[in-house]
């Protein structure tokens, strides 16, 4: 099983930012992205699953928007207006479908500059 993770980057605030997570090696149920600031413990930031339900983390609703390609096995994270507690790695995460396991991506970088 691969995550394949882009995007992320540096930003200010009240920019945009779009990252990708392309999943292979399996089939996936919820597909999501965790944030970890330092000294914080790790949070959901978003998720999807295969059936296109959504769940955000309370601080991202109405900003991010989780979208998911079922046929790719890929789904995009759309941040708007990011702000600087929005810095942190960000990790793709996917539950397998058939088994209860869960993937991790390497994380990437979002800062947001004030």
């Known amino acids: 099983v691969q995550l394949q993770v882009s995007g992320g980057g540096l930003v200010q605030a009240g920019g945009s930012l779009r990252l990708s997570c392309a999943a292979s090696?399996?089939?996936?149920?919820?597909i999501g992205w965790y944030r970890q600031a330092p000294g914080k413990q790790r949070e959901l930031v978003a998720a999807?699953?295969?059936?296109?339900?959504?769940n955000y983390v309370d601080s991202g609703k109405g900003r991010f928007t989780i979208s998911r390609d079922n046929a790719k096995n890929t789904v995009h994270l759309q941040m708007n207006s990011l702000k600087p507690e929005d810095t942190a790695v960000y990790y793709c995460?996917?539950?397998?479908?058939?088994?209860?396991?869960?993937?991790w991506g390497k994380g990437t970088q979002v800062t947001v500059s004030s």
């Open positions: 995460n996917a539950d397998d479908y058939y088994n209860p396991i869960d993937y």
């Open positions: 090696g399996s089939t996936f149920k919820a």
């Open positions: 999807i699953s295969s059936g296109g339900s959504t």
